[in-house]
């Protein structure tokens, strides 16, 4: 983008890890490093790129180095729509100049070679080379269309729309919201959107300090996070690298200077340990490759801010590349059996990938003299899709049968663009970012979302999964799995035990929401609390905004604080007699008999009996705890059965989720059973739990199974239970 291109001359803040000489490369002294096939230097191509005309027959020079990288990736890519879409920029571009004076085609042209080298197939270098001239030439997109097929025109469109508005503070939010939407669409055009700020960033030395600094803020606080979303950790980690040089100067330079200390040091221990690795891996028969990975300059700043002054196996770390899944959890095992592993640094994204993609198995090794350092163990494909991400997909969109897409044949396009490999976190911010209410909320949300750099899976209950970020509520599972469904949650059932939505739920959790089945089920205000993702947020905010009275004035009641008075029984109605209470009768005969207050025993409840003062017998059901210390402090038992009478009196206890009408339903539940209610509380809500407390007659005893039943299966109660109360004094 022409606004954003300065001169490539000029030298930027930083220099890659992958292009930096090998004096300033931590940990990698020249002995120790494998030799291989170089990578280009794109500032030194884009300043050397020859404009000479070149015949049909072959690819111009200039798009050489292109060519090159691009089989590298894919050796039976064909070349042909590269070379006519050079062509057509480079006359469309002519005479147009960078703010340095070079000529402006050498942008798409860096642009495309970083796609390429990245492993991008055809069709999205082929838009690369393009994407500017819609927007900065006479090209139109029917000539691209017409010239290329409907799918580059789709990408070219897609990024011109991304750079027609201002990056000013103003227009920030409305950028995101279509760029969003773009990347939703396609993930390609976000790649070569992220390629244009690569190569943008590379040459913004001769802008203005306070230009610079903008730039680099956006890109800090939204580029940054997207590419590392879509995994393309090549161009995440060369962005974090050029944005700390702008904003934190003197914090790189001292990075600089701890590096280059480490790269003068005649030792190299984690040179040594890798050398150990080989050695541990060709004894065991695994073939596999052993690298040194640099850490990038925030990398190495990061680190020595957690574990203070560096030592040398810090500045990078070991990764071992194999050729299959099982070799990695082979190269596992024989580490941890003849190396001395640190057990909390082992994490396997193999088994669990990041929401990015990311698969690997990492774990660290110490030596003797207590260097630690860390492994990152991967399969080749792996590793490509750790650099590329999304990039490494090749054609996410092409049709099944195509096993290898090269990108270069015309496809049929049918306009729609179902994305199979689209990740969690991009459908999640596509679903809300369409019910966010204004472009400052979207604004707002996106950010948070964004800096939220971790995410937890958690599966369902019927096998599936679900991405979140870490942090994340039960109340964020319930809307990500439900939508506005989720309004209608009564509450969740994490790794099999009740829970309320407040939970915070931690990576491989399980968890069964609890829905309702009332219609008109309505969120409670409280969830907005224990909500941490946008799509909670906003789909309880927009039910608020339609909902700004309580409801009604039961729910009101339901949702006050303090104690509640006891809520009236109904009344018994007419012509009905006063139940006679069950009766038991004890050995001794004679003797008078109650029941015992504190687990309330009814027919055909087993039940034993314990002499109080004044010799009445009180009757306990076995298993409760009153009789339990009663007879641990030697309490004589008295044996005690049922008598004749089936009739019951009992107290249950009914623990729920709080939700409008509740009540309500549970007594016309007690009704429906042909039970009294004597009387009923109903204690404060805590923690969005309600427990309803009920005095019941029963006209037949054996009617309280039925009736539990019946209780448990109104939506928002969880569990019913006979009452347990402590025993007093007197017993």
């Not at 990245?118 to 500017?132: F, I, P, V, Y």
């Not at 995410?455 to 019927?462: C, L, N, Q, S, W």
Request: charged share 25%; hydrophobic share 40%; with cysteine.
């Amino acid at each position: 983008m022409s606004a954003e291109a300065t001169n490539p001359a000029t030298p930027g803040p930083a220099t890659p890890a992958a292009q930096r000489p090998a004096a300033l490369e931590p940990g990698v002294p020249p002995a120790h490093r494998k030799k291989t096939r170089a990578r280009i230097d794109l500032r030194r191509l884009g300043r050397a790129a020859l404009l000479g005309p070149a015949a049909r027959d072959r690819l111009p020079d200039a798009i050489g180095h292109v060519a090159e990288a691009h089989r590298a990736h894919h050796p039976d890519a064909k070349l042909e729509p590269l070379r006519r879409a050079w062509v057509l920029a480079e006359s469309s571009h002519r005479g147009q100049m960078r703010k340095s004076g070079e000529p402006y085609i050498t942008h798409p042209l860096a642009v495309t070679l970083i796609l390429a080298e990245l492993g991008a197939e055809t069709t999205t270098l082929t838009a690369s080379l393009l994407h500017d001239t819609v927007e900065d030439t006479e090209v139109t997109l029917d000539q691209v269309r017409e010239e290329f097929g409907d799918e580059v025109c789709y990408l070219v469109d897609g990024v011109t729309k991304l750079e027609k508005v201002d990056y000013g503070a103003a227009a920030e939010p409305e950028t995101f919201r279509k760029m969003l939407v773009a990347t939703g669409n396609d993930v390609r055009v976000m790649s070569i959107k992220l390629a244009d700020r690569l190569h943008n960033m590379r040459t913004l030395g001769v802008m203005r300090p306070e230009k610079q600094a903008r730039i680099a803020k956006v890109t800090r606080d939204v580029l940054i996070p997207l590419a590392e979303r879509l995994g393309v950790q090549a161009l995440k980690t060369e962005l974090e690298d050029l944005v700390f040089a702008i904003l934190h100067p003197e914090e790189y330079e001292h990075t600089r200077e701890l590096i280059a200390e480490n790269a003068s040091r005649s030792d190299d221990p984690l040179a040594d340990i890798a050398e150990e690795v080989r050695v541990v891996l060709r004894d065991a028969g695994i073939q596999a490759e052993v690298l040194i990975r640099p850490r990038h300059f925030v990398s190495v700043h990061r680190v020595s801010r957690k574990r203070g002054p560096m030592r040398g196996a810090d500045f990078g770390r070991l990764l071992v590349l194999v050729n299959e899944d099982a070799d990695c959890y082979g190269v596992l095992g024989e580490l941890h059996t003849c190396l001395t592993p640190v057990v909390s640094e082992f994490k396997d994204f193999i088994a669990v990938p990041k929401f990015n993609l990311y698969q690997s198995l990492h774990t660290a090794v110490t030596r003797g003299d207590g260097q630690v350092a860390e492994v990152l163990i991967r399969t080749h494909q792996m590793h490509k899709v750790a650099e590329a991400g999304v990039i490494a997909l090749g054609n996410p969109y092409a049709p099944p049968s195509e096993e290898q897409p090269d990108g270069g044949g015309e496809r049929p396009f049918d306009g729609e663009r179902a994305d199979p490999t689209r990740p969690g976190w991009l459908s999640r911010l596509l679903d809300w970012q369409q019910g966010a209410p204004d472009p400052d909320t979207f604004w707002s949300t996106l950010r948070e979302d964004l800096a939220q750099d971790r995410e937890i899976t958690v599966f369902r209950a019927d096998g599936g999964s679900l991405g979140l970020p870490e942090g994340a509520s039960c109340v964020d599972a319930a809307y990500a799995q439900y939508g506005e469904d989720a309004h209608a949650c009564i509450g969740a059932r994490v790794n099999g035990r009740l829970a309320t939505l407040s939970t915070v739920l931690r990576d491989g959790d399980t968890v069964q929401l609890l829905m309702g089945q009332d219609p008109a089920s309505e969120p409670s205000r409280e969830w907005l609390e224990h909500a941490h993702t946008a799509a909670a947020r906003i789909a309880i905010q927009r039910w608020m905004a339609t909902h700004p009275a309580p409801g009604d004035e039961e729910a009101a009641r339901a949702s006050a604080p303090g104690p509640r008075p006891p809520v009236a029984a109904p009344a018994r109605p007419a012509g009905t007699q006063t139940a006679r209470p069950a009766s038991a009768v004890a050995d001794p005969p004679g003797a008078s008999v109650r029941m015992a207050g504190c687990c309330t025993p009814v027919p055909p409840d087993e039940v034993t009996g314990f002499t109080v003062r004044g010799g009445v017998v009180t009757v306990h059901r076995v298993e409760c705890a009153g009789a339990a210390r009663m007879k641990s402090a030697g309490r004589p038992e008295v044996g005690v059965r049922w008598g004749d009478t089936t009739e019951c009196r009992v107290t249950l206890v009914a623990e729920s989720f709080g939700r409008p009408h509740l009540l309500a339903d549970l007594t016309e539940a007690i009704a429906a059973e042909g039970v009294a209610v004597v009387s009923a509380t109903v204690e404060p809500p805590s923690q969005q739990r309600v427990r309803h407390t009920y005095t019941l007659q029963l006209p037949d005893a054996a009617h309280l199974p039925g009736l539990m039943r019946a209780m448990r299966n109104v939506p928002g109660v969880y569990d019913v239970s006979r009452a347990q109360h402590p025993a007093t004094a007197a017993q």
